[in-house]
């Protein structure tokens, strides 16, 4: 995954901080340790003479993100685990569209 793509994923996951559950139960620890990786990094702020109005935004939702417990996920742990995942994780739907784990849609 190229930076540009961790910086894409780090912030729709800002600006739609439903998904950091949803990533948590899908085992997408690439997602999350982007997301915790930029929210560690911070906010550029060279962003703040090109565009204060994104900076706001993007400090408010990075202030956001820790009021909610997100300083609690290990960036170094989320990475391990992401190195682990063979093959990388998708998740399957089922026919009622429930996200299912490919273990989980291999039991009968």
Same mark, same amino acid.
């Given at each position: 995954?190229? %930076?540009r793509?961790?910086?894409l994923i780090?912030? &729709?996951?800002?600006?739609?901080? &439903?998904?950091?559950?949803? +990533?948590? !139960?899908?085992? +997408?620890?690439? =997602?999350?340790?982007?997301?915790?990786?930029?929210?560690? !990094?911070?906010?550029?702020? =060279?962003l703040?003479?090109? =565009?204060?109005?994104?900076?706001?935004?993007?400090? =408010?939702? *990075?202030?956001?993100?820790?009021l909610?417990? @997100?300083?609690?996920?290990?960036?170094?742990?989320l990475?391990?685990?992401?190195v682990? %995942?063979?093959?990388?994780h998708?998740?399957?739907?089922?026919r009622?569209? *429930? @996200?299912?784990?490919p273990? &989980?849609?291999?039991?009968?």
């Amino acid at each position: 995954m190229t %930076a540009r793509e961790q910086e894409l994923i780090a912030r &729709e996951m800002l600006a739609r901080p &439903e998904l950091l559950g949803s +990533r948590l !139960r899908e085992r +997408r620890w690439g =997602d999350v340790a982007a997301l915790v990786a930029y929210v560690e !990094r911070g906010v550029p702020k =060279d962003l703040a003479m090109t =565009d204060p109005a994104l900076f706001k935004t993007l400090h =408010d939702q *990075i202030t956001h993100f820790y009021l909610r417990g @997100g300083g609690a996920l290990s960036l170094a742990a989320l990475n391990r685990m992401a190195v682990r %995942a063979e093959p990388p994780h998708r998740v399957l739907q089922s026919r009622r569209g *429930i @996200g299912l784990t490919p273990e &989980e849609a291999k039991r009968p």
